[in-house]
């Protein structure tokens, strides 16, 4: 028999305790670091960073000059980039879902992969296509019209279009999936034209629209692999880059940085705060409660053949190029070098990748590292992000509930370059180091970062299908005699067997190609794949940065086609027939 | 295992400052089919989520089987309980198929023996050619069946019953309502049942409780609740044809009245009372459907007129207006009424009650 005192009900203490705990650690992980950081911007002496108490002498400084320029370009590009993302992503979500174009399974799964490569790496693999003796010039095509415009605006608004693409569709797919076509039959039926269907229907799914230019924005906004690649070569400064080069310069300037940071936070994060509220309001759900049968347009053969060339098309300009160009370039003798004489390949680059190089240690050293990285911060985040998506869950009004949901709302857009100085700052303050605990340069901080800027992410990732498990499969569990662990690991392990897995792999495959937080916070001599990448592309090493690149995603691809290879072996035939919204009673 | 008696003393819950149980207090025999009937918002529910271990109680105590599970000191939780509940939602597990949900409770059987276990259920509710399928391949009835054979399959003396046939459609929750009354007795369990139907109530309780705003209003067989209602509520919850004005004459009789209704002159209408009433007060007037019936003789009854006519395969049921705009209900005839035609209506006393007008304003 469990007996239990009661003398202040447990079961009402129980949530605000566990609430309370959450936010300690989210405040640790998130709000503390970005927090502290962010009060530079106007006093810089409450962490000795200057004399003054009050000041709006920084905030001059930051909107002048370079980091001024800095801000509004990043500003027009993400206004920009939002537009496109999302005329494109309405164009092809309608197309999929909508039509009978050729391919329908096929798109979103390239769109998957899309959304798992990092902008850098996008970045690169362009620049080994297009670049003098680059990739294109290899296949006899010139490209030497087009590399001087892709240094620039239009090559920056082109990468974070395509980059920006996979959220926006996935936002825009899942609103379009809500809305069953009977809303246009009952337009036409009462009456309306073409037009009138379009104007009545349209509003229908405007939260989508909205949600998805909200994600497009901001994620373009917070963006590093651009800035710091693409954009600095270009002589194009973007917010998130000049933020960067404010710490990173001596003497380093942490209230300019913390301006930047603040105009980053101030317009990354509003928009998907609104987002969230109005999706909220006026929820999908209500919206696709019922499956409904959605009526195709039938294209005639010769449309339907057009219009499937043209969706390949962009996915061969969005994914084949880019990937393509970078393995054919991975495999040039002489990229990016001019050499006499006919084209030749080689697999050198691939030898000098297991081999010792400017960095001092080969390449299997930093894939290593960053496989353990991936590891602890996917493991640690899919655990914490259970935990937080249950509690966000909860129908309670307590306080700290309220607060960890605005948190983590409000996190999903804090960029990684202002969390990554954030930590830097923060965990480099004298009271910690000296009376509580000195993680500075240290592999742990490395780690705690990391899981800091997944979590946000992945919490909201799950807070759907752990939403979706109706609190009567659990009951039932534990009325028919199973005890709390029999419960859980009998009923929503199952469940959210297949979301965590994927969870898990999407953590695992961003942590290894994750680019700002590792560049602000490795340890010394202990440098993760992308920093070392970086460091050969700086060195002038195109051909052995290229070739790191395709190593290591054709690491991440084999780990998820193993995991879920794995999946389908070792689980029971009932789990996998659990789908991604299955998860109803 | 053996059937489980039940004890629920002085329970008491709030959520955010309402009080959805309020002093509730019953006795369930062993082996008995006790129904727990109530509008949405009765605390129904809650009192069944108390007893199972899902909720806990702010007061009181419950007693299974002579064992305390929740008092101001103890709390079971819903494992060691050892009772079973089929839920509204079904909650069956959509990654076990059929055979493995019914066998869920019985995991710690030899292999065999919960074989032949789930076999002897799954064949007793007429599934058993499902037993591989998942429940998202069976249809809502199929679903029950399962939920109902899980319940029933696990080694307990009491199970629960949360409104389990409110997602079917009539012709199957018909055919389930006769299924869980017989099986669950066959089985030999202690059954709690709740439900907002009153026919469903009737039909399957032993004892019946009635539920309003947290409180437990009456309790007894269904017989008596059905004949004698203790006020207003219990008599419109248990289905009326008719409630109507009336001012109380004189005693006639044990707990008898003869009374008057004010658009009748002066026809007197026989009809029995739960508490003694003074000649001259305010009162209403409860009639079954089973009390009315419809006359051609002009001495009978009050003069109404026939506002609709519905036929219900048997017989015809009508909607006649009585006064000024009293409306009387399910007044059932062999032969057909037409609309607007006068008729006369004639109440049975057996089936009319007269309650003091304050309580009857006490509508629910």
């Known amino acids: ?585 | 295992m053996k059937a489980a008696s039940l004890e629920v003393r002085h329970l008491t819950k709030t959520f955010a400052d309402k009080v959805v149980l309020d002093d509730v207090s019953l006795s369930v025999a062993r082996g008995e089919f006790l129904v727990l009937l109530g509008p949405s918002g009765s605390g129904k529910t809650t009192l069944l989520r108390c007893l199972a271990g899902i909720e806990r109680a702010d007061a009181g105590e419950i007693e299974i089987d002579e064992r305390l599970v929740a008092g101001p000191r103890t709390f079971v939780t819903p494992d060691k309980r050892h009772l079973s509940m089929v839920f509204q939602d079904y909650a069956l597990w959509p990654h076990l198929s059929v055979r493995q949900n019914v066998g869920y409770a019985l995991a710690k059987w030899p292999a065999p023996e919960r074989r032949r276990r789930v076999d002897d259920l799954l064949e007793r509710v007429g599934i058993a050619p499902l037993a591989e399928r998942y429940p998202n391949q069976l249809s809502g009835g199929e679903q029950q069946r399962v939920a109902l054979a899980r319940a029933l399959a696990a080694d307990v003396g009491l199970v629960l019953f949360d409104e389990p046939l409110s997602n079917l459609d009539a012709d199957r929750r018909e055919q389930l309502r006769i299924e869980i009354a017989t099986l669950t007795r066959e089985v030999g369990v202690t059954a709690v049942y709740i439900t907002h139907d009153q026919g469903e109530a009737f039909a399957m309780a032993d004892q019946i409780c009635v539920l309003n705003h947290g409180r437990l209003v009456q309790s007894g067989p269904p017989e008596s609740v059905y004949r004698e209602p203790v006020n207003a509520f219990v008599a419109r919850f248990t289905g009326l044809a008719a409630d109507l004005p009336v001012e109380v004459l004189c005693p006639c009789g044990p707990r008898g009245y003869d009374v008057a209704l004010p658009f009748a002159g002066d026809h007197r209408v026989r009809a029995h009372a739960p508490v003694t009433l003074a000649a001259g007060v305010r009162a209403r007037l409860y009639v079954r459907a089973a009390g009315v019936r419809l006359s051609r003789e002009h001495h009978e009854g009050i003069a109404g007129t026939v506002r609709d006519v519905a036929f219900v395969g048997r017989g015809y049921e009508h909607v006649v207006q009585v006064g000024e705009n009293e409306i009387i209900t399910k007044v059932f005839s062999e032969t057909r009424h037409e609309r607007d035609s006068a008729v006369r209506v004639c109440f049975d006393a057996a089936s009319s009650f007269v309650l003091a007008d304050a309580e009857g304003a006490d509508r629910t």
Not at chain 1, 176 to 196: K, P, V
Not at chain 1, 370 to 383: E, P
Request: aromatic fraction near 12%.
């Open chain 1, 1 to 585: 028999m469990t007996t239990l005192q009661i003398g202040h009900s447990p079961n009402r203490r129980a949530p605000a305790l566990s609430g309370s705990v959450l936010w300690i650690i989210l405040g640790l992980l998130i709000v503390a670091p970005v927090g502290s950081f962010l009060l530079l911007a106007t006093s810089p002496r409450l962490f000795g960073q200057g004399p003054q108490y009050f000041t709006l002498r920084f905030f001059s400084q930051a909107l002048s000059g370079v980091t001024g320029q800095g801000i509004v370009n990043s500003l027009w590009v993400s206004l920009v980039v939002a537009t496109l993302a999302v005329a494109m992503a309405t164009t092809l979500a309608w197309l999929v879902q909508r039509t009978n174009v050729y391919g329908r399974r096929l798109w979103p799964i390239l769109m998957w992969l899309l959304f798992l490569i990092p902008t850098w790496m996008m970045t690169l693999s362009w620049v080994d296509v297009l670049q003098p003796y680059g990739s294109a010039a290899a296949l006899g095509v010139s490209t030497s019209w087009l590399y001087g415009e892709f240094l620039g605006p239009f090559g920056i608004i082109t990468v974070l279009s395509i980059a920006s693409l996979p959220f926006a569709y996935f936002v825009v797919s899942a609103g379009l999936l809500g809305l069953g076509s009977e809303f246009e039959d009952a337009a036409r039926i009462h009456g309306a034209g073409r037009a009138a269907t379009l104007r009545t229907v349209v509003p229908m799914i405007a939260p989508a629209l909205l949600s998805a230019f909200a994600i497009s924005f901001a994620e373009t906004m917070s963006d590093f692999g651009v800035p710091f690649t693409l954009a600095y070569h270009s002589h194009f400064p973007m917010a998130t880059y000049t933020l960067f080069a404010s710490i990173s310069t001596y003497p380093a300037n942490f209230s300019v940085a913390a301006v930047i940071a603040l105009v980053l936070i101030l317009t990354t994060v509003p928009p998907i705060v609104l987002q969230s509220v109005v999706t909220r309001r006026r929820s999908y759900a209500t919206l696709s409660g019922r499956a409904r049968e959605v009526r195709r347009r039938e294209f005639s053969t010769p449309a339907r053949l057009a219009v499937s060339a043209a969706v390949g098309l962009v996915f061969v300009i969005g994914l084949g190029v880019p990937v393509g160009g970078a393995v054919l370039g991975s495999f040039l003798r002489n990229l990016g070098i001019y050499a006499a004489g006919p084209v030749r390949f080689s697999s050198v680059y691939y030898h000098q990748v297991f081999a010792p190089s400017i960095v001092g240690k080969g390449f299997a050293a930093p894939l290593m590292l960053s496989n353990q990285l991936g590891l602890i911060a996917a493991s640690a985040t899919v655990a914490l992000a259970l935990v937080f998506a249950r509690r966000l869950m909860l129908r309670s009004s307590h306080w700290s509930q309220r607060l960890t949901d605005v948190m983590l709302m409000g996190s999903v857009a804090v960029p990684g370059v202002v969390l990554g100085v954030g930590y830097v700052f923060f965990y480099n303050q004298g009271f910690l180091t000296t009376h509580v605990i000195d993680l500075y340069k240290t592999m742990p901080l490395l780690v705690l970062a990391l899981v800091a800027t997944a979590l946000p992410g992945q919490t909201r990732f799950f807070s759907g299908p752990v939403a979706q498990i109706q609190p009567s499969l659990t009951e039932a569990s534990r009325v028919h005699g199973a005890a709390r662990w029999r419960a859980w690991r009998t009923t929503s392990l199952p469940l959210m067997s297949r979301v965590m897995l994927w969870g898990w792999l999407l953590t695992f495959a961003k942590t290894i190609s994750e680019l700002p937080i590792s560049q602000i916070l490795y340890p010394p001599s202990q440098e993760p794949l992308s920093v070392t990448i970086q460091a050969y592309l700086g060195n002038f090493q195109l051909g052995t940065g290229t070739a790191m690149t395709v190593v290591g995603l054709v690491e991440i691809f084999v780990v998820i086609a193993a995991a879920l290879g794995l999946y389908r072996v070792v689980t029971p035939r009932g789990w996998q027939r659990i789908g991604w919204s299955g998860v109803g009673a």
